[in-house]
């Protein structure tokens, strides 16, 4: 099995930044140039890069309301689809995160399913296992490694207690069931069980019989790829006809494409500036990402707190003071040392709830002023909504992979107007993934001694 030989094969929009970035790196280990947008690209832009096999949008739906998703997302589903692939993802995170009134992938996928030409009346397959990064599905039911232990996911220590979409049901037809009406079927490990022809078929009716969303199960590298061969299918198929399939899931589905066409390997990489200054903008409250910063501090980061409810005070004026106070403390770090860290730090028990989307803002608009003040060759970003934010905020056109460092969240090069932002490496990275030294390597990434193998290497079931 091998993708298209030309044109545009896949087009996907990220339902946040970091989950989005991962895609892009998995299609480049699958052969394809990709180019991440953060707005939605015109068929002329695309075609000034004609080498460009993969293209995606880079968006922030996982924050969204229903209602707001239904004004969001119609626009830059039509603009994909009319880049005329024959396959359009809507990329969710490996975690499933989503509620009915946030981040619901149920409507997402309704919007997406109304945006294709007769996209209704056909099966959605919906993929999220990625044994890559430590998810699995088996008979419906995803689990999730954590600090070296795999759990049902809502028994998972951090997503059962997700401040903003907390998992209370590991069954994925039933947390989904409570977002959507469309019905929802299941391909499992068993349907994906024995000879290749015979599960063909079998994965290939249950697709045909059903006009809502169908799961297949994704439980080890092998029932990865046999899913991968019925994306192909479909692919394939729209592909002859001129039409394009949609799918939902995580990077899954980009994994069991990859597995399938044997193209599964490390992406091209490009070269990686020189060691410089780094700054760390943590707006992740995941303990993976705590620890991360622990270890940045012990390897002689500076580190500038923040107060969360400060920077999101009701008031404007206190907020606007807070955040120009965090601003000025962040250039005078830079200032003094080449390893910034921008902290966000853990919610404090009892304390009132700070809104998650009015925090990336809050976010977006110190790391903003920052760099309208301080040249940063390299910016790091740690919560999957804040790098959405941020990277709008700074006016960032477009990212192109650099270097594989923790599966999901590589290094970039970012594409922008504005020559102090174009050709900036920057790292968008879940608050999940990585290792305890993620931040450290990152910094050190150019210099003489950094271990680049282990760097690309590093797996995430240390963190989960």
Request: charged share 20%.
């Given at each position: 099995m091998q993708p298209p030989s030309e044109g545009v094969v896949v087009t996907f929009y990220g339902d946040d930044f970091t989950g989005s970035t991962d895609v892009m790196e998995t299609l480049e280990d699958a052969g394809l140039p990709t180019l991440l947008f953060l707005e939605p690209p015109t068929p002329e832009q695309v075609a000034e890069h004609p080498e460009v096999r993969a293209v995606g949008v880079a968006g922030i739906s996982r924050s969204l309301s229903p209602s707001e998703m239904a004004e969001e997302l119609p626009p830059v589903f039509a603009a994909l689809a009319r880049l005329e692939a024959p396959l359009l993802h809507y990329k969710i995170c490996s975690t499933f995160d989503s509620a009915?009134?946030?981040?619901?992938?149920?409507?997402?996928?309704?919007?997406?399913?109304?945006?294709?030409?007769?996209?209704?009346?056909?099966?959605?397959?919906?993929?999220v296992g990625v044994p890559q990064l430590g998810r699995w599905t088996a008979f419906g039911t995803l689990f999730a490694a954590f600090q070296g232990e795999v759990h049902r996911l809502d028994r998972h220590p951090a997503m059962r207690a997700h401040p903003i979409t907390p998992?209370?049901?590991?069954?994925?037809?039933?947390?989904?069931?409570?977002?959507?009406?469309?019905?929802i079927s299941l391909v499992d490990v068993f349907d994906l069980d024995g000879p290749d022809g015979e599960v063909a078929d079998r994965v290939d009716a249950t697709l045909a019989d059903s006009d809502g969303i169908v799961v297949l199960d994704v439980a080890d590298h092998e029932t990865q790829r046999r899913v991968g061969s019925a994306l192909h299918r479909l692919l394939e198929a729209a592909s002859t006809t001129g039409g394009t399939v949609v799918v939902v899931g995580s990077s899954g589905v980009e994994y069991a494409l990859g597995a399938a066409w044997g193209r599964q390997g490390h992406a091209a990489e490009r070269a990686v500036r020189p060691a410089g200054t780094t700054l760390v903008v943590s707006g992740s409250r995941a303990p993976a990402t705590q620890r991360q910063a622990e270890a940045a501090v012990a390897a002689g980061f500076a580190r500038v707190d923040l107060d969360p409810a400060a920077v999101t005070a009701e008031s404007a004026a206190d907020a606007e003071a807070?955040?120009?106070?965090?601003?000025?403390?962040?250039?005078?770090?830079?200032?003094?040392?080449?390893?910034?860290?921008?902290?966000?730090?853990?919610?404090v028990p009892g304390a009132p709830a700070v809104d998650g989307t009015r925090l990336s803002l809050a976010l977006a608009d110190i790391t903003r002023r920052v760099l309208d003040r301080v040249d940063i060759p390299r910016l790091v970003i740690a919560g999957g909504d804040t790098s959405g934010y941020v990277a709008k905020a700074l006016g960032i056109r477009a990212l192109r992979l650099v270097r594989r460092l923790a599966p999901g969240s590589p290094l970039c090069s970012a594409v922008s107007d504005d020559p102090r932002i174009d050709g900036m490496e920057l790292c968008l990275k879940g608050g999940q993934i990585g290792g305890p030294d993620y931040f450290v390597r990152i910094a050190e990434l150019g210099s003489d001694h950094v271990d680049t193998d282990d760097a690309r290497t590093e797996n995430a079931l240390a963190a989960g």
């Open positions: 009915p009134e946030i981040g619901s992938i149920g409507r997402a996928t309704e919007l997406l399913r109304e945006a294709v030409p007769g996209g209704r009346d056909r099966a959605t397959a919906l993929v998992m209370h049901e590991a069954d994925v037809r039933l947390h989904l069931g409570a977002q959507t009406a469309l019905p807070a955040r120009a106070a965090v601003a000025a403390q962040t250039v005078a770090a830079l200032s003094a040392s080449d390893r910034v860290l921008l902290f966000t730090p853990p919610p």
